[in-house]
């Protein structure tokens, strides 16, 4: 990204990834990915730059006049957080947050040695694997709603 631009989100429409939207780099779903930009609301003109490993380099330039803005100002220091069973059991471990939650409901899950070998799985996956007596239902509602409260 260079010029009177800026860059906002990467996406690419993956519902399992974990990457966070914010950065330059998102791997490719299906081949594909988006962009969000937007001026900086001055005259002039922004270029994004799209490249990977054995892809052809692409460019647009896009040509921006001043004017008002009527958006907020985005500020990925600020960035709010959410959690969700879709990430991986690595992930929201690491989470102190999250973490906190599964120790509420689940101590005897975190304290299970073999949760190391499932840490690439999502909680969602270890759920389908997982016998109801190990992962209760009222104890995984409980836990979604804490993590909606966590947002």
Excluded: W
């Excluded at 490993?53 to 220091?77: H, I, Q, S």
């Amino acid at each position: 990204m260079e010029g009177e631009g800026e860059l906002i989100a990467l996406g690419s429409a993956d519902p399992l990834s974990t990457e966070l939207f914010t950065g330059n780099e998102r791997k490719l779903y299906k081949g594909r990915a988006l962009a969000i930009v937007r001026s900086t609301g001055v005259d002039g003109s922004f270029t994004v730059t799209a490249s990977g490993e054995g892809l052809t380099e692409a460019y647009v330039t896009v040509t921006c006049r001043k004017g008002e803005t009527d958006y907020k100002e985005f500020n990925p220091e600020k960035q709010q957080l959410f959690y969700s069973f879709d990430m991986t059991i690595e992930e929201l471990l690491e989470a102190p947050p999250t973490r906190e939650v599964f120790q509420r409901h689940l101590p005897e899950l975190i304290n299970n040695p073999m949760l190391k070998r499932a840490k690439d799985l999502s909680f969602n996956q270890l759920i389908a694997y997982a016998p109801e007596t190990m992962l209760p239902k009222g104890i995984l509602k409980k836990i979604e709603n804490e993590f909606k409260q966590l947002q």
